[in-house]
T-cell receptor, first 111, second 114 residues
Framework: EDQVTQSPEALRLQEGESSSLNCSYTVSGLRGLFWYRQDPGKGPEFLFTLYSAGEEKEKERLKATLTKKESFLHITAPKPEDSATYLCAVQATSGTYKYIFGTGTRLKVLA | DAGVTQSPTHLIKTRGQQVTLRCSPISGHKSVSWYQQVLGQGPQFIFQYYEKEERGRGNFPDRFSARQFPNYSSELNVNALLLGDSALYLC?????????????FGQGTRLTVV
């Protein structure tokens, strides 16, 4: 069964303290891996798409990387406004183009 | 440019009632998907539509149904509401249905069943 696991469930960082979020996946075949940011009570906001192992993408303080079994979202020198839930999703080659989401990592950055 | 718009933003219904949620995709986008997000969980896939045809259905009971209109907007209907249907319902739109197309989400409809 296709599955996505994110860790840690929650993370508290001091402003400027860099860290990484993990997304492990098990799929029959990977079409794509997606990272989203979600603020409380809002819809997910698209961040990155990764398609193949070794691929990396960057946006401001965020950098996403992909291996054959997992993806990392690296946050460099985070600010309080980076506080949110970060969701990872995969599209599998079997079946529809649906997204299979993990449960997310709740990030809190303290000033 | 307007993003994905959903209505209503909040809704309170009684057990056994029926509800209709609406979604307008980004202009030019032809695919709409629906997801259910229970508090503290990731979104779960319900339906995907492309060019007014159903392209995928998640593991939800037949009480859930949807359709897409010629203008690519979509409705999600839920009959015989249960307390467990309380959730944030998200609509996502994409230009087409294929690998290298990102999905963009609306703000969601918060449904509370009492």
């Amino acid at each position: 069964e296709d599955q996505v696991t994110q860790s840690p469930e929650a993370l508290r960082l001091q402003e400027g303290e860099s860290s990484s979020l993990n997304c492990s996946y098990t799929v029959s075949g990977l079409r794509g891996l997606f990272w989203y940011r979600q603020d409380p009570g809002k819809g997910p906001e698209f961040l990155f798409t990764l398609y193949s192992a070794g691929e990396e993408k960057e946006k401001e303080r965020l950098k996403a990387t992909l291996t054959k079994k997992e993806s990392f979202l690296h946050i460099t020198a985070p600010k309080p406004e980076d506080s949110a839930t970060y969701l990872c999703a995969v599209q599998a080659t079997s079946g529809t183009y649906k997204y299979i989401f993990g449960t997310g990592t709740r990030l809190k950055v303290l000033a | 440019d307007a993003g994905v718009t959903q209505s209503p933003t909040h809704l309170i219904k009684t057990r056994g009632q029926q509800v209709t949620l609406r979604c307008s995709p980004i202009s030019g986008h032809k695919s709409v998907s629906w997801y259910q997000q229970v508090l503290g969980q990731g979104p779960q896939f319900i339906f995907q539509y492309y060019e007014k045809e159903e392209r995928g259905r998640g593991n939800f009971p037949d009480r859930f149904s949807a359709r897409q209109f010629p203008n690519y907007s979509s409705e999600l209907n839920v009959n015989a509401l249960l307390l467990g249907d309380s959730a944030l319902y998200l609509c996502a739109s994409s230009f087409v249905v294929k690998q290298d197309t990102e999905a963009f989400f609306g703000q969601g409809t918060r449904l509370t069943v009492v």
